[in-house]
Nanobody, 116 residues
Framework: QVQFVESGGGLVQPGGSLRLSCAAS????????MRWYRQVPGKEREMVAS????????NYEDSAKGRFAISRDNAKYTVFLEMNSLNAEDTALYFC?????????WGQGTQVTVSS
């Protein structure tokens, strides 16, 4: 079955960096675009970044542009989110997402907390 397992979250000071990873399994990873979302309690989940199946096209939510970078390693079935210049507004639970065979799949999320 399709599974996503996120890792790499943690506590970081403002201005710091983190690299999130999402390990995928249960489908042919190289055939599907992937996305990173985040959610703060009481707010809707929002898409942070997306990447095409081949990795040659990416898109970012406005606040992530210039600070975050999404990438993927199709041989390792993994998608990454490099986050730099983090601030308190980036504090959230970050999820990996794929729309596989007409169904949305989500990981369990990894918590990112930006605080001094």
């Amino acid at each position: 079955q399709v599974q996503f397992v996120e890792s790499g979250g943690g506590l970081v000071q403002p201005g710091g960096s983190l690299r999130l990873s999402c390990a995928a399994s249960g489908f042919t990873f190289k055939h599907y675009p992937m996305r990173w979302y985040r959610q703060v309690p009481g707010k809707e989940r929002e898409m942070v970044a997306s990447i095409s199946a081949t990795g040659d096209a990416t898109n970012y939510e406005d606040s992530a542009k210039g600070r975050f970078a999404i990438s993927r390693d199709n041989a390792k079935y993994t998608v990454f989110l490099e986050m730099n210049s983090l601030n308190a507004e980036d504090t959230a639970l970050y999820f990996c997402n794929g729309y596989i065979d007409e169904r949305d799949y989500w990981g369990q999320g990894t918590q990112v907390t930006v605080s001094s």
